[in-house]
């Protein structure tokens, strides 16, 4: 079974840190994707990269920004936190070139600005 | 573009209960679409996919999802609900061609003894 792992669950963090949450996938998927989920708005796409060192921007990218420097692991970067960026962050996989394949998630970080 | 809609915030129904999740989608192209359960405090879980084929398909837990290509909808059902099913679903949209989805804005649904 894949596994994605974020490397907390739940985070408080004060308003202008610099906060940086982790993922990592042990499937060798070469795509990796950042989703906030709030709610009634459900699942938004902040980031996601298709290979090492690449990024595309998604839905809602400001404020936010992303390193892959290896295939399995992908990190979200808060450059300086704002309370409206309190939400539950889910990181996802899937294999490339087969849009058919499912993504996998995470169980997500539930971080709070203050 | 992709997008997908489900239409109903809520859904309660009673336990033996037939169960229906409303979904619809707008792609461009053919689409890919899933259906994803959420349990509190934890990630998205994969149930089940159409990609192309039999409009019926059949996934995890005992739940199917119905295809319409003219009402441009994939409706996820279950014959008799658990109280256990109760959860929040997501409904997603892949256009070919895409690496990326789109997700609702999801449905709790409440099982009631």
């Known amino acids: 079974d894949v596994k994605v792992t974020q490397s907390s669950r739940y985070l408080v963090k004060r308003t202008g840190e610099k906060v940086f949450l982790e993922c990592v996938q042990d499937m060798d998927h070469e795509n990796m994707f950042w989703y906030r989920q709030d709610p009634g708005l459900g699942l938004r796409l902040i980031y996601f990269?298709?290979?090492?060192?690449?990024?595309e921007k998604g839905d809602i990218p400001e404020g936010y920004s992303v390193s892959r420097e290896k295939k399995e692991r992908f990190s979200l970067i808060l450059e300086s936190a704002s309370t409206n960026q309190t939400s539950m962050y889910l990181c996802a996989s899937s294999i490339q070139g087969y849009s058919n394949q499912p993504q996998h998630f995470g169980d997500g970080t539930r971080l709070s600005i203050l | 573009a992709q997008s997908v809609a489900q239409p109903e915030d809520q859904v309660n129904v009673a336990e033996g209960n037939p169960l229906t999740v409303k979904c619809t989608y707008s792609v461009s192209g053919n689409p890919y679409l899933f259906w994803y359960v959420q349990y509190p405090n934890r990630g998205l879980q994969f149930l089940l996919k159409y990609i192309t084929g039999d409009n019926l398909v059949k996934g995890s837990y005992g739940f199917e999802a119905e295809f319409n290509k003219s009402q441009t909808s994939f409706h996820l059902k279950k014959p008799s609900a658990l109280v256990s099913d109760s959860a929040l679903y997501f409904c997603?949209?892949?256009?070919?061609?895409?690496?990326?989805?789109?997700f609702g804005a999801g449905t709790r649904l409440t099982v009631k003894p």
């Open positions: 990269s298709y290979d090492v060192k690449m990024k």
């Open positions: 997603a949209v892949r256009d070919t061609g895409y690496n990326d989805m789109r």
